[in-house]
């Protein structure tokens, strides 16, 4: 970013609109990762936030309906939106208000050169949470019974990609080795340009994911593909020169800024804490895969398929706008249990079983109202419920469903194919 000839005041505000609606974003980004620092942080984060929005939102943006503000793993909530409006708006004004104090100023090349080790320092620690997620199996999971019954119809946009993404192992694992590759070359000056190039491939990549398959994390998404290109920004011209022009370009100077005393010593503390968030974040995300690895297939789990249901006695034949009669039931490894009915929203359950008393029980939320219901296997894969249910009293019959014999899960790996095998 940083030329020997003065900067232009629009080129000015420019950098110091983008240097501040970064740090906007870094700097609480980077406080939430910090080990029980960063909880404290959200908590006291969203309550401000939500302090705000009655005002910031409803009142300045004439947004009518309440705006909520919590984690509910969408980073696309309408006030995540208004936040990244007031990050800009405040920006602009900051960035205005700097360029006109500092009229004297013929450039911001030691700040340019400030922003660029925050941003990628701090793409980097968001590469290495998301290659650690993909590596422990945290961020996509093989499809299960459950996906498997379903249509290509029934499932949702980015319940299509996350099928597709998880189905593959070994593509996940590449896909965390890009990542991680990323964070490690985006770590050291020499090497800073090629994992802002990396990082800025796998981040397109991921954007467009987001946007085509919509999901929720279109605005994080973005904001790290915009920190990969404010890192390679430096030496565009170089890579130009070299890739596109076909001519001989310099060599950039990769010598680190002059620091006093104090600021070295900030420098130290900054690089240990992020050392250290390195292996807290690979914690984490073992500690996810850890509890993965303990959940237990017990002798219901899988997908349950409707044969007969009778609610108080009276049989509901298959029916597809019964929104009453049970579809199938999914038994998972955690202790949950799933129900499709034939018409209608899928409803979850905390899942217990007694298997010498012979009976389940489906609680909603882990909270009251319970349902117990006595359960018979005439056959291994033949189950029978009987048993009250919210207000009514259900009797249902169902067989298993095999689905580790699909076509999906079976066909597996081939060198050779003499023909396309697309089904």
Known sequence: MAHDSAWSPGKRFGFLFLALYLLFNIVPD???????????????????????????GNAALGIEAPIEVFQAGSGDMTWNYVVQLWFVITAAVGAGVWTAVGRGRTDHAKLSAWLRIAVRYSLALAMFAYGLAKWSGNQFQPPDPMRLSETYG?????GLAWTFLGFSPAYCWFMGLAEVLAGALLMRRRTATLGGLVAGGVMANVVMINLCF??????????????A?????????????????????????L????????????????????????????????????MRAMASRGPLYGLWEVESFSLDGTVRVHDPDDALRWRQLFVGEFPYAIVRPMKGEIQAFGFASDLEAKTITL???????????????PAPD?????????????A???????????????????WVNERPYNR
Do not use: C
């Open 255 to 290: 010598s680190a800024p002059v620091l006093g005393r104090g600021l070295r010593v900030v420098r130290v503390i900054a690089k240990a804490l992020f050392l250290l968030m390195i292996p807290a974040t690979f914690l984490l995300q073992s500690q996810g895969g850890e």
């Open 396 to 414: 249902v019959r169902l067989h298993r469903v095999d689905l580790e014999h699909t076509e999906l899960m079976s066909r597996g790996f081939h």
């Open 229 to 253: 290109v404010v890192v390679v920004a430096p030496d565009a011209r170089r890579l130009l020169a070299v890739l596109v022009w076909n001519q001989p370009a310099p060599a950039a100077d």
């Open 382 to 394: 033949v189950l029978e419920l009987t048993g009250k249910v919210g207000q009514g009293t259900v």
């Open 154 to 158: 029934d499932s949702s946009p980015m």
């Open 30 to 56: 980077g406080l939430a990762f910090i080990p029980v620092v960063g909880e404290l942080f959200t908590a006291g984060w969203l309550a401000l936030w939500a302090a705000l929005m009655p005002v910031l």
């Open 214 to 227: 919509d999901v929720p994390v279109k605005l994080y998404s973005s904001l790290l593909l915009l920190m």
């Open 363 to 377: 609680s909603e939320r882990g909270q009251p109202p319970v349902h117990v219901l006595r359960f018979e296997q």
